[in-house]
């Protein structure tokens, strides 16, 4: 079968969903619970009900829309991903991944060809954790790892919580206990996204088929000396954290090409130096460590080499040190059997494909212990996502949901 995906209609509806907007003319600003949020759902609501499918939502705002299948019984096939987005974003993170499961449905609906199994698009609430500084809120809380307490404990800076912001728009969180999602409920799930990197664009391949995501784990290491006078002290007598971790610093990307599995990446994206005067020798210095990589083995490695030559850096300048945990995620390994099933359907359309991992984590990790996960990516113009640049290929965006449409019937015949 070859599904007739309406390209028009889907960039049409990409362009109306990024209207729903707080920061016109400087990205795209909708954060999960805003109004501008609400406005989205509305207008997916009504596409939905044109359509015929019957919507649920849960405690946490996680939207599902269902085209039966011939067996109401049988596990439903899912596919979609979010709607929310970063201060001013872009217009493709997530929206593809939603709309385009949305067309891919639609066009199943179209085509009038059977299918045993129900097809669902999802929308997930809070994947970016614009609001609570915690990305997959949504996700978590479906599949059990955000509980209520959780929510009414994960506060915006103005100490508004989760729960709060999801009564205020409408929803229940105490009934999220009834909306679990459990091994057996769904047959599978296929997220496609935009790979918000430069991979396929340099390979001049149109869509990824993601075999696994990377685990993350942060540190921060927190250095302290003595802070006097720049001008009056010697060098001899300095005891400058900032000197001993900028020798740490420099180390890290040797450990992350050291790691020994190819696929290791590290970086120091957060620093700050108190008091942070120019003319002060600093007293204290605090700076993050975030190590991303397909294998646990790779993060293990930049962690042992961390805390191996760290001490060393600081002992030998008499230099305080401790080295604190921030947030530890596992690397997530995709369901094989997907990944082999949209190479064939993309044979057979002749759109060329690569197997590649994902650096960035998704709602599909998510689901992926629970239910047989897979993801596609299409690239993203210069690798931009997160800022108001971010694009991508009308032409690209119509393979992959033609891909898509193709995976998501042959999972739900």
Same mark, same amino acid.
């Given at each position: 079968?070859?599904?007739?995906?309406?390209?028009?209609?889907?960039?049409?509806?990409?362009?109306?969903?990024?209207?729903?907007n707080?920061t016109?003319?400087?990205?795209?600003?909708?954060?999960?619970?805003?109004?501008?949020?609400?406005?989205?759902?509305?207008?997916?609501?009504?596409?939905?009900?044109?359509?015929?499918?019957k919507?649920?939502?849960?405690?946490?705002?996680n939207?599902?829309?269902?085209l039966?299948?011939?067996?109401?019984?049988?596990?439903?096939?899912?596919?979609?991903s979010?709607?929310?987005?970063?201060?001013?974003?872009?217009?493709?993170?997530?929206?593809?991944?939603?709309?385009?499961?949305?067309?891919?449905?639609?066009?199943?609906?179209?085509?009038?060809?059977?299918?045993?199994?129900?097809?669902?698009?999802?929308?997930?609430?809070?994947?970016?954790?614009?609001?609570?500084?915690?990305?997959?809120?949504?996700?978590?809380?479906?599949?059990?790892?955000?509980?209520?307490?959780?929510?009414?404990?994960?506060?915006?800076?103005?100490?508004?919580?989760?729960?709060?912001?999801?009564?205020?728009? +409408?929803?229940?969180?105490?009934?999220?206990?009834?909306?679990?999602?459990? &091994? #057996?409920? *769904? @047959?599978?799930? =296929? !997220?496609?996204?935009?790979?918000?990197?430069?991979?396929?664009?340099?390979?001049?391949?149109?869509?990824?088929?993601?075999?696994?995501?990377?685990?993350?784990r942060?540190?921060?290491?927190?250095?302290?000396?003595?802070?006097?006078?720049?001008?009056?002290?010697?060098?001899?007598?300095?005891?400058?954290?900032?000197?001993?971790?900028?020798?740490?610093?420099?180390?890290?990307?040797?450990?992350?090409?050291?790691?020994?599995?190819?696929?290791?990446v590290?970086?120091? +994206?957060?620093?700050?130096c108190?008091?942070?005067?120019?003319?002060?020798? &600093? #007293?204290? *210095? @605090?700076?993050? =460590? !975030?190590?991303?990589?397909?294998?646990?083995?790779?993060?293990?490695?930049?962690?042992?080499?961390?805390?191996?030559?760290?001490?060393?850096?600081?002992?030998?300048?008499?230099?305080?040190?401790?080295?604190?945990?921030?947030?530890?995620?596992?690397?997530?390994?995709?369901?094989?059997?997907?990944?082999?099933?949209?190479?064939?359907?993309?044979?057979?359309?002749?759109?060329?494909?690569?197997?590649?991992?994902?650096?960035?984590?998704?709602?599909?990790?998510?689901?992926?212990?629970?239910?047989?996960?897979?993801?596609?990516?299409?690239?993203?113009? #210069?690798?931009?996502?997160?800022?108001? !640049?971010?694009?991508?290929?009308?032409?690209?965006?119509?393979?992959?949901?033609?891909?898509?449409?193709?995976?998501?019937?042959?999972?739900?015949?």
């Amino acid at each position: 079968m070859a599904f007739s995906i309406d390209r028009d209609r889907l960039i049409k509806e990409l362009e109306d969903l990024g209207r729903f907007n707080r920061t016109p003319e400087e990205g795209v600003t909708r954060f999960s619970f805003s109004p501008e949020d609400g406005m989205a759902r509305e207008y997916l609501l009504s596409i939905f009900a044109s359509m015929g499918l019957k919507v649920s939502v849960d405690g946490a705002g996680n939207m599902r829309a269902r085209l039966e299948g011939s067996d109401p019984d049988a596990p439903a096939v899912l596919s979609g991903s979010h709607i929310d987005t970063v201060l001013h974003g872009g217009c493709y993170d997530g929206t593809v991944g939603t709309l385009g499961a949305l067309e891919a449905v639609r066009a199943i609906a179209e085509s009038d060809l059977p299918h045993r199994h129900p097809i669902e698009v999802i929308v997930f609430s809070e994947e970016e954790g614009s609001n609570f500084g915690s990305t997959l809120s949504g996700s978590k809380a479906l599949v059990g790892k955000y509980s209520l307490e959780d929510m009414e404990n994960l506060k915006d800076p103005e100490g508004k919580s989760m729960a709060e912001m999801a009564r205020d728009a +409408g929803y229940e969180p105490e009934t999220m206990a009834d909306f679990l999602l459990r &091994p #057996g409920d *769904i @047959r599978a799930m =296929v !997220e496609l996204h935009v790979e918000q990197s430069v991979v396929l664009e340099s390979m001049g391949v149109p869509v990824g088929i993601v075999e696994a995501v990377a685990g993350i784990r942060v540190v921060e290491i927190r250095m302290k000396g003595t802070a006097n006078h720049a001008g009056a002290t010697p060098m001899t007598l300095r005891r400058d954290p900032l000197v001993a971790a900028a020798h740490i610093m420099a180390q890290i990307e040797t450990l992350a090409r050291g790691s020994g599995t190819g696929t290791t990446v590290a970086t120091v +994206g957060k620093i700050a130096c108190f008091p942070n005067v120019s003319n002060i020798i &600093p #007293g204290e *210095i @605090r700076f993050t =460590v !975030e190590i991303r990589d397909v294998k646990a083995a790779g993060i293990q490695s930049v962690l042992d080499g961390i805390s191996a030559l760290a001490p060393a850096i600081a002992a030998s300048r008499d230099i305080s040190l401790e080295i604190i945990s921030v947030s530890d995620s596992d690397p997530v390994q995709l369901d094989g059997d997907i990944a082999s099933l949209s190479e064939e359907c993309a044979a057979k359309r002749d759109i060329p494909c690569v197997r590649m991992n994902s650096g960035a984590v998704h709602d599909a990790c998510m689901l992926a212990p629970i239910v047989a996960t897979g993801m596609l990516f299409i690239p993203s113009r #210069g690798g931009r996502s997160h800022v108001p !640049e971010e694009y991508s290929d009308p032409d690209d965006i119509e393979k992959g949901v033609s891909l898509l449409a193709d995976v998501l019937y042959e999972l739900a015949r």
